[in-house]
């Protein structure tokens, strides 16, 4: 195990009227070296993550037969479920999925797997907390993907743009990591890049489990109070023509403690055209991905996540070789 450490970026100027240039560069530098960052001072509500929190772990001591009644299925791909699949190995977690309230258009009946919320009725309040803060992971998130793009590009109206049409698919995901009797023999979440554009993940302050590959060695990632753990995602290597690596990570069992964790995976509509931005390329550095919809990506993961349906789907078929 290496000794360097993932950067920690103080991001309090995104919320005023200060110049964001040295937090553009910073997070700029992030992704070229490591893919990940923390954010420090970001401006979402301390108490909402707490009840978000307290509220997941609620939901996931609740009895197997009441988590079962809103289970994920082939043709949602919202609610719980406990046989996740990474690179066709079950991961030792259990998960709740929850996405924006998006129209019901032809474009999300054309996916065939996205669905509808499923709430439960316990514990009291679930449903209002997460989606209070899915709307706050929302705002940070656009925050954070204007800074990544400004760097690479000149089409920053991307940031908007991404959720025209069937509207906004991101993803928030409850994570559930019991105590594992072997862990030399089961991993939460085995080495895998997140298929979306950029992550945002609350991580559990008293266990340290995730890992990023970097130049061939797995670095810990350790919770920091009062941060989030930012990462890209393998449709930013995309926009950014491969400037950007979506990194490989992976989380860690444990024989001594539970873990809890909150991701936000931030994802265009399903309508809208996945490519290389312009400024990433050039006659000497020519577009090393073709363009291809978001919708037949992020069913391609989904399928091989839920139940191993063929091949799950990597950014490599879209390279050009």
């Not at 925050?143 to 959720?163: A, G, W």
């Not at 399903?270 to 400024?279: D, E, H, M, N, V």
Request: proline share 6%; with cysteine; hydrophobic share 35%.
């Amino acid at each position: 195990m290496g000794s360097l450490s993932v950067p920690i970026i103080d991001i309090s100027s995104l919320n005023s009227n200060n110049s964001t240039d040295e937090i553009d560069r910073q997070i700029h530098k992030a992704c070229e070296e490591w893919g990940f960052f923390y954010v420090i001072n970001h401006g979402v509500d301390l108490e909402l993550i707490q009840q978000a929190v307290d509220l997941g772990l609620e939901f996931f001591n609740l009895p197997k037969e009441l988590k079962n009644m809103v289970a994920r299925s082939e043709k949602n791909l919202q609610g719980y479920s406990d046989s996740e699949l990474t690179k066709r190995k079950v991961d030792w977690k259990e998960v709740f999925d929850f996405t924006p309230d998006v129209p019901d258009t032809d474009g999300i009946i054309s996916i065939g797997v996205h669905g509808k919320n499923q709430w439960p009725t316990e514990p009291v309040g679930f449903e209002r907390t997460m989606k209070n803060y899915l709307m706050s992971l929302q705002k940070l998130s656009r925050q954070l993907l204007r800074s990544c793009i400004k760097s690479i590009s000149n089409e920053v109206d991307i940031v908007d743009n991404c959720f025209d049409g069937t509207g906004d698919t991101s993803l928030v995901r409850l994570n559930f990591y019991r105590r594992c009797p072997n862990p030399e023999l089961h991993l939460g979440v085995g080495p895998h890049s997140d298929p979306g554009i950029i992550t945002i993940l609350l991580q559990d302050n008293s266990v340290s489990s995730l890992q990023v590959l970097k130049d061939g060695t797995f670095y810990d990632v350790p919770p920091v109070k009062d941060s989030f753990v930012v990462n890209i995602g393998d449709m930013m290597e995309v926009f950014s023509n491969g400037k950007y690596k979506a990194p490989v990570h992976r989380v860690l069992t444990s024989t001594d403690s539970d873990r809890f964790s909150l991701p936000y995976f931030l994802a265009p509509s399903y309508s809208f055209i996945i490519r290389p931005l312009k400024g990433t390329y050039n006659d000497d550095n020519p577009p090393k991905f073709r363009s291809f919809p978001w919708a037949e990506f992020r069913k391609g993961r989904y399928e091989g996540d839920f139940a191993d349906k063929g091949e799950e789907i990597q950014i490599t078929r879209y390279k050009i070789l």
